[in-house]
Each structure stands twice: as C-alpha cells, then as structure tokens.
C-alpha cells in the first residue's frame, strides 16, 4: 500500500463524485446490463441473479434467460418449473419464484412493463430497497442512492476510516446521497463508478490501493490503513449444510425427465435422512417443491 495521506490531504465526501467518475470512465467493464438500451427488465432480472453470485456466473445465465423470456409477461406465461428449471445452479433458487412472481405482477399491474418508481417497484415480490434504487437508477436514470456491499466498504473507508463496513443500516443511503451530484446522469454514474470501485479494487481482502482514484482522499488510507474490526454477519459454511441438501434435492427433480421422482428415490443416498427430509419439507414450505401421489416435483 503506498504512504499514508496527511489529514490536510482529505476532502469532504461531495469532492468524491469527480475522480469516481473520471476513473469509471477509463475502468468500468463491459458488462451486459450496462450497455445502451438494455432495459429495464434485463436490469431487474440481472439484479436479482447478482444477489450473492459473482457475475461471472451470472452472465450466462442472464443471456439464456432473456433469450427465452424477453419480456416479463414471457416469463409471467411461463409455469413456474419452468424459472425454477432455468435458474439451474445459481443458488437461492428463491429468487426464481419470486422473479416469476414478480413478472405476473408486472404483467397484471403495470401492463407488462416494469415500474420506475421506486415505491411500486418495492410492492414487487422478492425486491428490496436495493433492487428497486437500482432499477430506477440504472434502468430509467433517476436519482437516488444505491448501496450495495462494494458501495458499502468503498463509503466505510474513504469516509468513515474504516476497515469494513458495519452491518447495513440507513445510514449507508445517507452517506451516499451526500456524495451524489445534482445532475441525475452524474448521479447514476457516481453510484455505478463506487459499485465498480469496491468490486474490482477498494476489495475486502488486500486492496489495490496504488489503483484508488479516491487514495488521496480516503480516510482509512490517512490514518494508516488500522484493523477496525469486521462484524458483518458471517454466511454459514455451505459444505454439508441444509443449503446443500436443498441444492442437491432441486438438482435432481431438475434432472429428471418429467421433473418429478418418488419421494423415497429423493437423494436417497444422502448421508444425513433427517437433513434431507428437513430439506424437502423447507422445499415445499417455499414453493419450490410439490407432492402429489407420492411423487416430489417442481411447481406447476
């Protein structure tokens, strides 16, 4: 990391907009939903496939799944086996159904095209305060603040001095507002320029400091980059847990011709029998999974 700013060196957070954006410009990638004329059903589907997946992962899915349902009300005419199929290995297949739910509702609510505002995009199933300031932000150019967890740990350092980010709180939206210019296309491009920031350079682990547009101005940096403590939640180990009984008890009836299997066939070899009938049962209780005749299979 290079040598410590002096604290005369810091500037206020409004004075952050303009190296975000002179950085964004020359460093931003080329990714799917940031191309023009993407729209803002791409920029919904692809929000809630980037809950908690690298976008690695998730261009290819993306790709797929707007070739076969262009619009919501494509989806919205779809059965839901048929999202929950499509999600394939994704994780939090959740998020299939709630995003076929959400298709339904903006066929039937809003004439099969997704709302701007922020309030009736919030009224949407499986959209959050997140999702729904980057759909009006990103899709239609309004100006809000969006705050993810690479905003949040960008906003923690170069303001707060602070290693990590606290837990998420309100506060993260008031910080960024502060940041944010008048102009709403400066906006826009100030809460992608700190999304992208905190992704590929203000990283959680070993930071590429040299790279920072903000190293001359970042609080963390000025006072000598200190431990400040992590105390995120931390997400529960995957390997041998209810998640992955989850995942292998949807591979299979994904898997099989007619998408449904005898529930004693059901991953039958799996090593703990209560924490896969656990699994199925939390299945069922989401609506990701039916029985009907013996027979365990995906929702129609």
């Known amino acids: ?141 309004d100006r809000h603040p969006v705050v993810d967890t690479n905003t949040r740990r960008v906003l923690a350092r170069a303001i707060d001095g602070r290693s990590q980010p606290g837990p998420p709180s309100r506060r993260d939206l008031e910080a960024m507002a502060a940041i944010l210019p008048r102009d709403r296309e400066m906006a826009a491009l100030v809460n992608a320029a700190a999304m992208e920031l905190g992704a590929t350079v203000c990283i959680a ?21 200190p431990d400040t403590g992590d105390d995120r939640r931390k997400q529960a180990r995957y390997e041998g847990s209810d998640r992955q009984a989850r995942g292998a008890v949807l591979k299979r009836l994904r898997d099989a011709a007619t998408h449904a299997v005898p529930l004693a066939e059901v991953v039958a070899d799996w090593p703990d029998a209560l924490q896969r009938d656990r699994a199925i049962d939390s299945l069922i209780a989401d609506g990701l999974a039916e029985v009907s005749d013996g027979l365990l299979h995906l929702p129609r």
Do not use: K
Request: hydrophobic share 45%; glycine share 8%.
């Open 1 to 141: 990391m290079p040598d410590c700013a002096t604290s005369t060196d810091l500037a206020t957070p409004l004075d952050l907009a303009t190296p975000l954006v002179g950085w964004y410009g020359s460093n931003a990638r080329d990714l799917p939903w940031r191309r023009p004329g993407f729209g803002a059903w791409g920029v919904l589907v692809s929000e809630f496939m980037l809950q908690q997946t690298p976008v690695t992962r998730v261009i290819p899915h993306l790709e797929a799944w707007l070739d076969r349902w262009p619009t919501p009300a494509d989806l919205a005419a779809a059965p839901p086996a048929d999202a929950v199929r499509q999600w394939a290995n994704l994780g939090y297949p959740r998020r299939a159904l709630w995003l076929h739910r959400a298709a339904v509702e903006i066929r039937d609510r809003h004439g099969g095209v997704v709302p701007r505002d922020v309030d009736a995009l919030l009224a949407l199933t499986g959209i959050g305060d997140y999702t729904a300031r980057a759909v009006a932000v990103f899709a239609y150019g």
């Open 205 to 225: 682990r070993i930071p590429r400091c040299d790279a920072c547009p903000l190293r001359d101005r970042c609080a963390w940096r000025a006072a000598g980059y």
